[in-house]
């Protein structure tokens, strides 16, 4: 889920403790296969373990991976549901360390799994390469229930080849208490959000956090969607070599300049302690940090959108997921697509406790959302609908890893250096043209 920024090397990125956080590890500027896709508690990882045999089913013998997960429970949870398949005997392959890029290479060969997770679904090379199988008719009838933003994240030229597992999500969250007391309303514009921020930033307290480098690492695709642009148009061209990309990039500057932004916090934005200590009043985080946040502030901090940039741009939440795939090198590709719809599709049950009992996440479902007890009410109801309403898939599927490169060094210098803005765009898109050639070709 993570967690983090998956295809990166998330666990360098953020440190190996992250977990299912990796997924949203860099955000949407150097998301690389996908930033956001199930982050994690603050348990931190539990010690390494490749897992075992699990489930007493006759039939194929199947492999199937996942990445180190950080909370409690997660490997017994995984391990239980592959016991309870009887039509085949599932082996659960647990994988600490850089599994982006080890599963990415044991596709390539005969010693990898059958079915296996992959963050915010397989890569477009993994699909133009043919290493995973169309799984469109799995989801068949279920599609309208699952999270629109990440479906459509996980489908390519109308065929699906991930299902959705869980779904984690990044928004705003702000003391309540300090925001009354300067007599502010949640800013709806990145105006009002700068303005906000600046009245708010009183002696050693900052108004706003977007992580330790500004933003640079997190709020490139947030501030694309502010707006009402995006890495890619609908017909997969380069998306935002328009005036108003360099706007909304140029503000995170502008919030840099104007001394608003906390910088060298002693954790970065996914953790929740910068808010709960009080050194910031507003801070851009992930909806694992909810726990936490409850812990330390009680009902005293509120939950929203990250704004548009003005009347012409949207408001938006960064959405992730892991997704299950299946590898067409699998022996029984048969066998392995009926055990990922058992447990992805047909067993709700399941999939309602994968994304509320270990960590704090939301079900892909959406007819599972009302079943979740702790999604019901308060804060993080309101996330909830946020991600279904607002959410917005981290990066599309044709935004590889090296446009994310080129895209997270302008952001760099834009945010860091007072960079121009549009220059840097014409730096970004130049590589992107480039590879979307290749992709495409």
Known sequence: MSDKEIGRGIGQALGSHLSRRSLFALGGAAAVTGVLAACGSNTGREPAATGGATGGGSGATLNQWYHQYGEAGTQQAVERYAAAYKDATVKVGWKPGDYDQSTAASLLTDAGPDVFEYGNGPTIDMIKGGQVVDLTDLVGDTKSDFNPS????????????????????????????????????????????????????????????????????????????????????ADNQFGFDDPRAATALGKLREMWDAKVLLLGAPKD?????????????????????????????????????????????????????????????????????????????????????????????????????????????????????????????????????????????????????????????????????????????
């Not at 007599?183 to 709806?188: C, M, R, S, T, V």
């Not at 509120?302 to 939440?317: E, Q, T």
């Not at 406790?353 to 109801?381: C, M, N, V, W």
């Open 269 to 441: 934005w996914f953790d929740p302690s910068a808010l709960t200590a009080g050194l910031t009043a507003m801070q851009f985080t992930g909806l694992w940090t909810f726990p936490d946040l409850k812990k330390g502030l009680g009902d005293d901090f509120g939950v929203m959108a990250w704004p548009a940039l003005d009347g012409s741009g949207k408001a938006s939440v960064p959405v992730g997921a892991y997704g299950s795939c299946v590898s067409a090198k699998s022996k029984d590709v048969e066998a392995a697509k009926k055990f990922a719809k058992w447990l992805w599709i047909d067993q709700t049950a399941y999939q309602l406790d994968f994304a509320t009992a270990y960590g704090f996440h939301i079900p892909s479902r959406t007819s599972l959302i009302g079943q979740a007890t702790t999604l019901k009410e308060g804060q993080a109801a309101e996330a909830a609908k946020l991600a279904t309403d607002v959410g917005h898939a981290q990066s599309p599927i044709l935004w590889t890893p090296k446009c994310a490169t080129a895209f997270g060094d302008a952001m760099n210098r834009i945010v860091k250096e007072g960079a121009d803005p549009a220059g840097e765009i014409a730096k970004v898109k130049t590589v992107a043209d480039a590879e979307l050639k290749r992709v495409l070709a």
């Open 150 to 233: 990440i479906l459509e994240r996980m489908t390519y030229e109308g065929k699906t080849y991930a299902i959705p597992q869980v779904v984690d999500m990044q928004l705003l969250v702000y003391r309540k208490s300090l925001l009354d007391k300067a007599g502010i309303a949640p800013p709806q514009t990145i105006d009002e959000l700068i303005a906000a921020a600046k009245k708010l930033t009183q002696g050693n307290v900052k108004g706003l956090f977007l992580g330790n480098d500004g933003g640079a690492g997190l709020m490139g695709g947030p501030m694309l969607w502010s707006a009402g642009l995006d890495y890619l148009t």
